[in-house]
């Protein structure tokens, strides 16, 4: 039985920067992830990393633009303390060999980005979050004396002691289908977000909400469900992301008469106000009529110099050639708002912890709650850094000095049987992809931009049936040997449990504030609602709803414009 | 919508089985992808077909596989780009009612097949990366805040950084296939990130190690496959180039391989000859006619000549004398290349598009 003092599950930033962290604090690391490292979905993070580190740049001013685009529902002592931490990741970055853009004079240069009030994004082309976890991987093959990897491993279930103690995961060798229990002192969950649950997304196919339903089967609180974030820019159809650099560079949204129609809603940041305001002027502008006729607006990169889009851009020119005949640097790309993030997630407290003692949560799969009803562009890099490292060294810290927990390893029989359930369905019923195709168009249909009371019902009985489909939808694989017919099974679980969590989320909320914007509840009411949304598991019923306060330290709501 | 047949290569390391083919008809639009059919068939039909894939646009290198015989991501490749391939340029697809195109998948190539389109890229791929010391070796001191370096660098060790490590470069390397210990044209692409960085410390002794190796820098044997094959733009060849020029030109590592040597008669053998003259080719990268190990080499290559001579491929008078001599034209393009301060480096980043020419002057490395 694999035992370590940290193990952490995923290796996306977060969960690679806690593993680096922990390792450096000592400890004995194992870091597990059902892609290779490489693959994780924090490659495709394209436009930057906000920091402070300008000597005219301050962290109050990065903190109150955060604090103002999570619509006053981010915890402000979290967010004093990313914005504070952010310089010195930066440079820690910098220093492992990250290929941050230069200005003339060879120190880092920065680009604007959406609800900041100042250029503080650092980047690398539009491929930062692919440059910085390349980056990352190298220094994990490094240490690789003092991390050992576990790279297509897929995580079925957490494991906690009598105590409720969260002491280890089991998990399966996707290349052999074996069941191994990984015993360890603190596990780290940084498994990312449930973006599939969605249909468009931004978000790649491995993106399923194992980390969050995992934890919330073992009964870890979930906060801030509802908030979901619609990207502004997001190619109609298959839901590719159009980066915010482009807009932070300079290009300009138009509707179909040719008007640049932020003006009306952001008249002095225009396409760089947050992004559900852009996201919510563009809906409105499609659902008044005034979008193309392919239910989408523009975006004109023809705005940013030829030149400076190919050096800066370049990714994005690609996928306009690829995956939408276009040439951006020629001519306005359609684009309509899409879904891209979740703001919820595990609850945790600002070292990871979550409510389940020895159980962590970083990045995505947490929730801080840094970003509260909205997040801005280029803040999930910082997020997933900060609070992995933060988990990583508390992980640490915490298990050098206790001893190895013991591990009830009879639960691997019950995740065998689960498992054995699983191969044995027969095709019959509705299949995996049909029951996976009817979520994701119930949650972008009822669970987006725009959400009312009836919809929202709708869509949770949708769920709720859904849930009764799946378990029992057949599978074709009976194989062993990378069987991932069985694993979309058991993902499809994770994003139905997910799914239910973020409507009921919608549904407690009653008033409109950052992403969640609710037609029969419009406006921000800071009375009743300026708390998080708690959700916690039921057995098999409707989730359970509590709530917390949300932590003010220095910045009172205010009417928030841009 | 038009019909695609998908030709699919299964297999199944439990079933004790031979690898079989499954086809599959899709309709879908001849701007979707390989990977779109692929998905639709498991969704569909089929959900035990084995392919790795994730983000669909491209970033996260997972779906390399090859269609129709060329390696590349299944995401980003058409379905009529595919088909294209099979079927010769001028094809269109067919109308409503036609036989559907066949589109051939196929596992990528140098790497051992795990299951279906799975390779195992641990056994080749990351053995290779790691073989390349593959992170930054700080130049000292680490300054307190970053280090100050050129915009031009950065950008420049950009194009390497924009590997995916998708592999398909790997699967189509004509010189692994031959020696598969060659280090191979992924890893000496992330090799160049490290050479090209002005924060690393270690530039010479990288070059010297992949200078001095038999399967280095040297092992390549520039057929151009892993530029055809890289859907990134990162060009591994050029990055290979570009390694040997600063081994060679600014570091003088004269290997024991002989591939400096070599290079420079190659030169040398261009100016004088205009093309290519490969008698003296050979015993000028061994030193000259009259040097020891020349006369080895000439030895070892005597079955090929006299083979040459037989198939009439060589003349004894192509074979003895220099029929060739270099027109003034070579001449000129030497004169203007020795001329320049600068080397002139084609990087995708500070050029612009691949059909565009607007080459851009970059930093000669130091």
């Known amino acids: 039985m694999p035992s370590h003092d940290v193990l952490i599950i995923g290796a996306g930033l977060a969960g690679q920067r806690a593993a680096l962290s922990a390792a450096e604090a000592g400890a004995s690391v194992a870091i597990v992830s059902k892609v290779h490292p490489v693959r994780s979905h924090s490659v495709a993070a394209a436009g930057g990393i906000n920091a402070a580190l300008n000597p005219e740049d301050t962290w109050e001013s990065h903190a109150f633009d955060t604090v103002k685009g999570s619509d006053y529902l981010g915890d402000q002592d979290a967010i004093e303390i990313m914005t504070r931490e952010a310089p010195n990741e930066i440079l820690y970055l910098e220093h492992i060999g990250v290929t941050f853009h230069r200005n003339e004079t060879g120190h880092l240069g920065t680009r604007a980005f959406g609800g900041a009030s100042a250029a503080r994004t650092y980047y690398v082309a539009d491929i930062t979050g692919h440059a910085i976890l390349h980056v990352l991987y190298e220094q994990l093959m490094k240490r690789s004396e003092q991390i050992d990897r576990y790279e297509e491993w897929f995580t079925t279930d957490l494991l906690q002691d009598e105590d409720g103690r969260c002491v280890g995961a089991i998990c399966r060798d996707l290349r052999d289908g074996a069941l191994e229990v990984f015993n360890a002192k603190a596990v780290i969950l940084a498994s990312g977000g449930a973006g599939q649950a969605y249909k468009p997304t931004t978000n790649g196919l491995i993106v399923t909400g194992d980390g969050i339903a995992q934890a919330y089967r073992i009964g870890a609180k979930l906060m801030d469900m509802e908030m979901v974030q619609y990207h502004p820019t997001t190619l109609a159809g298959n839901g590719l992301l159009i980066t915010e650099g482009a807009r932070g560079e300079g290009a300009w949204l138009l509707n179909a008469e040719g008007e640049r129609f932020m003006e009306r809603y952001a008249p002095n940041k225009f396409e760089l106000a947050s992004r559900d305001v852009v996201s919510r002027a563009e809906q409105t502008e499609i659902n008044e009529g005034r979008g193309f006729e392919d239910g989408t607006v523009a975006l004109d990169i023809t705005k940013v110099p030829r030149r400076r889009t190919l050096e800066a851009l370049r990714e994005i020119v690609n996928i306009g050639r690829d995956f939408a005949g276009v040439d951006i640097t020629r001519e306005p790309i359609h684009i309509l708002p899409g879904m891209h993030y979740i703001m919820g997630g595990v609850k945790t407290d600002s070292d990871g912890q979550t409510t389940i003692p020895g159980l962590y949560a970083a990045g995505e799969v947490a929730c801080v709650s840094v970003h509260g009803g909205n997040r801005l562009g280029a803040n999930s890099l910082l997020d997933t850094l900060v609070f992995g490292r933060r988990s990583g060294l508390h992980g640490a810290t915490q298990a050098l000095q206790m001893p190895m927990p013991s591990t009830p390893s009879s639960r691997i029989a019950e995740t065998e049987k689960n498992i054995e359930a699983i191969m044995n369905r027969q095709q019959g019923g509705r299949r995996i992809g049909a029951i996976k195709s009817e979520l994701g168009e119930t949650m972008n249909e009822y669970v987006a931009v725009f959400r009312d009371e009836e919809g929202l019902q709708k869509a949770h009985e949708i769920v709720r049936r859904l849930k009764e489909e799946a378990a029992v939808a057949g599978i074709d694989d009976r194989g062993s040997v990378f069987n991932q017919d069985v694993i979309a099974a058991i993902e499809l679980g994770y994003m139905l449990d997910v799914a239910e969590t973020i409507v009921v989320g919608a549904l407690e909320r009653k008033e409109s504030r950052g992403a969640q914007w609710r037609l029969d509840y419009p406006g921000r009411n800071d009375e009743e609602w300026l708390k998080h949304i708690d959700i916690s598991m039921n057995g098999a019923d409707v989730p359970l709803v509590s709530y917390s306060p949300v932590t003010i330290t220095r910045w009172q709501p205010e009417e928030r414009t841009y | ?366």
């Open chain 2, 1 to 366: 919508m038009p019909e695609y047949t998908l030709r699919i290569r299964r297999y199944d390391p439990q079933s004790g089985d031979a690898p079989r083919w499954d086809t599959h008809t899709v309709d879908l639009s001849p701007v979707q992808s390989v990977l779109d059919a692929i998905l639709k068939i498991k969704d569909d039909e089929d959900g035990s077909i084995g392919i790795r894939c994730s983000c669909q646009q491209a970033i996260c290198g997972s779906c390399g596989v090859r269609m129709n015989g060329k390696p590349g991501l299944a995401c980003n490749t058409h379905l009529d780009e595919a088909a294209q391939r099979g079927h010769g340029t001028g094809w269109n697809p067919p109308d409503e009612g036609q036989e559907a195109p066949v589109i051939t998948v196929e596992p990528m190539g140098n790497m051992p097949v795990i299951r279906d389109l799975i390779v195992d890229m641990d056994a080749v791929h990351w053995k290779k990366i790691q073989r390349v010391t593959p992170w930054l070796i700080n130049k000292e001191p680490v300054p307190e805040r970053e280090y100050i370096v050129p915009h031009e660098n950065m950008v420049d060790v950009t194009q390497t950084m924009a590997c995916i490590q998708c592999g398909a470069c790997v699967s189509d390397c004509l010189a692994m296939e031959v020696d598969p210990l060659f280090v191979g044209p992924a890893a000496l692409a992330k090799a160049y990130r490290f050479v090209g960085d002005p924060r690393d410390a270690d530039h010479r002794e990288r070059l010297n190690d992949l200078s001095e190796d038999p399967h280095g820098i040297y092992d390549c044997t520039h057929c151009f496959n892993c530029i055809d094959a890289c859907p990134k733009g990162v060009d591994p060849m050029s990055q290979i180039m570009r390694l040997r020029r600063v081994a060679g030109s600014d570091f003088d590592i004269k290997d024991r391989n002989n591939g400096y040597n070599h290079e420079h008669a190659f030169v040398k053998n261009i100016r004088k000859n205009g093309i290519l003259h490969e008698p003296d080719l050979l015993a000028d990268s061994y030193g000259g006619k009259l040097h020891p190990a020349a006369g080895k080499e000439l030895l070892s290559g005597l079955p090929t000549a006299v083979t040459g001579l037989l198939r009439g491929k060589m003349t004894p008078r192509t074979a003895l004398l220099h029929p060739h001599k270099a027109p003034p034209e070579v001449k000129k393009l030497f004169d203007t290349i020795d001329g320049k301060q600068q080397r002139y480096e084609l990087n995708l980043y500070v050029s612009g598009y691949e059909d565009e020419p607007e080459g851009t002057e970059t930093e000669g490395q130091s």
